[in-house]
């Protein structure tokens, strides 16, 4: 194998083990729906579980769609790579600019919260954080397909 097909092997498998968890993260807490606060711990012990999966397949698809733009420069002058580039910064800049901001109030109520009912606030915090990471989870599919179909 050369080294540009060793790339694309590594970038395949970080696809699955990146994208893969990050697809289902926010159905690991809605089904079934955490009937009280022992629960939802879990269920967001297992996200942050499956957290950790995306963060090292995402730094691995970056890496090595980069690297295999810097041995292959000619994927610089294709809309579908430098589109699906364009789209996975922005899908990054989610973390802190509207994931994280999202998230923090629900962390907070998970460690200061002692009672066994989920408070009400909750669905509200977690439909505003959910709804971004399906929007990111669209931009994640949008990608894929832009890999797969290369359509300019």
């Known amino acids: 194998m050369?080294?540009?097909?060793?790339?694309v092997f590594i970038h395949v498998i970080s696809a699955i083990l990146g994208m893969g968890p990050g697809m289902i993260m926010t159905f690991v807490v809605l089904r079934p729906k955490p009937k009280n606060m022992t629960e939802l711990?879990?269920?967001?012990?297992?996200r942050?579980?499956?957290?950790?999966?995306?963060?090292?397949?995402?730094?691995?698809?970056?890496g090595t769609g980069l690297w295999m733009g810097l041995l292959n420069p000619y994927l610089f002058t294709q809309g579908w790579y430098n589109i699906s580039l364009i789209l996975f910064l922005i899908a990054l800049?989610?973390?802190?600019?509207l994931l994280a901001p999202r998230s923090k109030p629900i962390k907070l109520m998970l460690i200061e919260h002692k009672e066994e009912e989920i408070?009400?606030?909750?669905?509200?915090?977690?439909?505003?954080?959910f709804n971004m990471e399906h929007l990111e989870n669209l931009l994640f599919l949008a990608?894929?397909?832009?890999?797969?179909?290369k359509p300019f």
């Open 41 to 46: 711990k879990h269920a967001f012990a297992i």
């Open 119 to 129: 408070p009400a606030s909750y669905d509200y915090l977690s439909k505003r954080l």
């Open 48 to 62: 942050n579980s499956l957290h950790a999966l995306t963060m090292i397949g995402g730094l691995l698809l970056l």
């Open 2 to 7: 050369s080294l540009y097909e060793i790339l």
């Open 93 to 97: 800049a989610f973390g802190p600019v």
């Open 143 to 149: 990608i894929i397909v832009l890999m797969i179909i």
